[in-house]
């Protein structure tokens, strides 16, 4: 949608309604420098303006916030320089309010703004480059400066000089220093060399043919010079230097050499003076090196037998300290034990003292009592339950005997 709304616009204000921006920015940067609008970004230790710095355009690199200081601090230098005081807003400011602020003074000017604040706050755009430009405009006019149109000089038509016959060059010479490549852009007053080529080759070849008899101009004379005179440009030959020609190379080597050499020869004398000059130091500091030492020679021995003296105290302190620390060790090692039977002994006199082991020994006891009566009483039954088993088996062996003698009595007489 976005981009139809663009398009539609493009259709109404023309195809280089697009590129308007640019063309704004650019006088704009051109005003700027009339009025100097170097001072206000040394103050503030800023670059200067590109041709499109506040131009919006998805081939630009964009920092919105970077954009809308410079835009605020340059609109603010403008106004001053109209002649209307105006605060100079600070980086942190609200933007809204120093939007505001600025278009009420472009209105003070008698400006038309027909555009919402908001437009500015991207500090890149059309609307930002339209209102830097009239205000440049309005402090144009208070310093009384208007551009006029450029007066361009006349400049007198160049002689074509004319190559004379001992200066003419051979076409085998015009191949050899001709570049290999032959660009495109050539003016078309430069002649085809090879066609040339063909062409005298071809008119050697009619004319080494000897005519049968002897010919005679009929071509009148002033027309001749008249013709000549007009295509006398059209056979000039332009032989362009090539950047990649060793000639060219050579000749740049012999400059450079030239420059070093007597760049060296100027500089030669500054160098001499101050090798001089280091010497010197040099052999003011070696002195003055040997003089500190023989008189700090006898401190420097009494620093070194100071220096013997502390290393064996500190052997000696080391020696001492490392009994100590195995003596705090073992003390450790005491304490922890002697903590350890503090904790124990709290623990039995906290036990010995507490009833509460009495209460629960008692509830031990009864919960066994009770548990004794049941097995009693378990056992009992169990007993009860076997004299029962052992009285049943009894009678009934004693049944069995009984049925046992009675069929022997009854068998008896038959056998």
Known sequence: MVNDGRRGEEDDCGPGAAHQGFIIMEALLEKLRV?????????????????????????????????????????AWLINKAGRPFTEPQEYDDPTATVSNILAELRAFGIKVDFPPSKLKSGS?????????????????????????????????????????????????????????????????????????????????????????????????????????????????????????????????????????????EAQVYLNKLQEDISKTLEKVSSREKYLNNQLEHPIQEYRSAQAKLSEVKERYKQASGGVTERTRILAGITEELEKVKQETEEKGSSMSDGALVVKLKQSLNKLKQEIVQMDIRVGVVQHALLQAKLKEKSNMTRDMHATSIAEAGTGPFT
């Open 35 to 75: 009025l100097d609008y170097e001072e206000v970004l040394a103050q503030h230790n800023a670059k200067y303006l590109t041709r499109h710095y506040f131009v919006s355009s998805p081939y630009l690199v964009s920092n919105p916030g970077e954009q809308f200081y410079m835009f605020a601090i340059i609109a």
């Open 125 to 265: 755009g059309e609307h930002v480059c339209f209102v830097l430009d009239r205000l440049a405009e309005e402090a144009l006019k208070r310093r009384g400066f208007c551009f006029k149109r450029p007066v361009y000089p006349t400049e007198a038509t160049e002689e074509e000089c004319v190559v004379e016959d001992e200066a003419e060059l051979t076409l085998d010479k015009v191949e050899e220093e001709m570049p290999e490549e032959p660009d495109d852009e050539e003016d078309e007053n430069v002649v085809d060399l090879e066609a040339l080529k063909l062409q005298t080759t071809r008119i050697e070849a009619e004319a080494s043919s000897k005519p049968d008899e002897i010919l005679h101009s009929t071509v009148d004379a002033a027309e001749w010079y008249l013709e000549v005179e007009r295509v006398l440009p059209q056979l000039k030959v332009t032989v362009r230097t090539d950047n990649k020609d060793w000639r060219t190379h050579l000749d740049q080597m012999h400059r450079h050499r030239d420059g070093i050499t007597s760049s060296l020869s």
